[in-house]
């Protein structure tokens, strides 16, 4: 059994709901980014996305883009950011960790070899945002044929028609964009994306979790309540790009955690 299939186990047997927490590899530059890592499991982390940075991401909204630059910057790499992953490893074995980005760097880096390194040293699922379902054979057939999750983006505009393609060969949980946008842009009403969660939950038995623009506890916990999982990102990515006290940044992942699975906020 996976680790995000076990964790998504666990939570449903205690009756909580995913906490999914973004940060970019390397950024502002790599202690600081290791520390920081190292820091979201015990600050409520349920599954941890980690960002591959890239010069030219089209959904990202200003904060993540600068935490890109950032990142490359400071000399980051598709290599460093799965040595990152091998260092988190050798400490900590039961947390998810999923990498995100762009198909750019993996196949600049090599497919079989970036797969074949990411089972290796412990990496649970992909989100590449740029490969759609007709492009599977690139990447998300062979990654899921080597044990790797292939985490798939579903938005507003996935009508009913187009959904079970996305889900075809969707694995580990369906990441549902909560507005039609980049990251980081107007928070989502979650009376609006209710319906949209209910329906994706409709035809598939994955968990569906949700992201794009949860800033606050409080928008955290209304999400937590239509959905298995939340995400935050730029909020998160905000503070690490001031280059605030790395325990000021986890004690701000630690309060969002709480307010997924608090009773109020």
Do not use: H, W
Not at 246 to 258: A, D, G
């Amino acid at each position: 059994m996976s680790r995000l299939t076990s964790k998504f186990d666990q939570l449903r047997s205690n009756n909580q709901k995913a906490f999914i927490a973004y940060i970019m590899a390397g950024d502002p530059n790599p202690e600081y980014s290791r520390k920081v890592l190292e820091g979201l499991p015990n600050a409520g982390v349920d599954i941890i996305e980690l960002g591959i940075p890239f010069t030219d991401p089209m959904a990202d909204g200003p904060t993540i883009q600068l935490a890109g630059q950032r990142a490359l910057a400071a000399g980051q790499t598709v290599s460093k950011t799965l040595s990152m992953v091998r260092d988190f490893r050798k400490t900590e074995n039961e947390t998810p960790i999923i990498l995100m980005g762009y198909y750019n760097p993996i196949y600049s880096y090599g497919v079989e070899r970036f797969i074949k390194e990411s089972v290796e040293i412990g990496v649970d699922g992909l989100i590449i945002v740029d490969l759609p379902p007709e492009e599977d054979q690139e990447l998300c057939i062979p990654a899921n044929e080597a044990g790797l999750s292939f985490i798939r983006l579903a938005t507003p505009t996935t009508d009913d028609k187009r959904l079970p393609r996305v889900l075809e060969n969707t694995s580990g949980f369906v990441y549902f964009v909560s507005i039609t946008g980049i990251t980081g842009a107007r928070a989502p009403k979650p009376e609006e994306v209710a319906p949209d969660v209910a329906r994706i939950k409709m035809a598939t038995d994955l968990p569906v979790c949700v992201g794009f623009g949860v800033k606050t506890p409080e928008m955290a916990k209304a999400i937590s309540n239509i959905a298995d999982g939340v995400v935050v990102g730029s909020s998160i990515v905000n503070l690490i790009g001031e280059e605030r006290p790395v325990k000021e940044v986890l004690e701000f992942v630690q309060n969002l955690s709480e307010g997924v699975n608090s009773q109020t906020v």
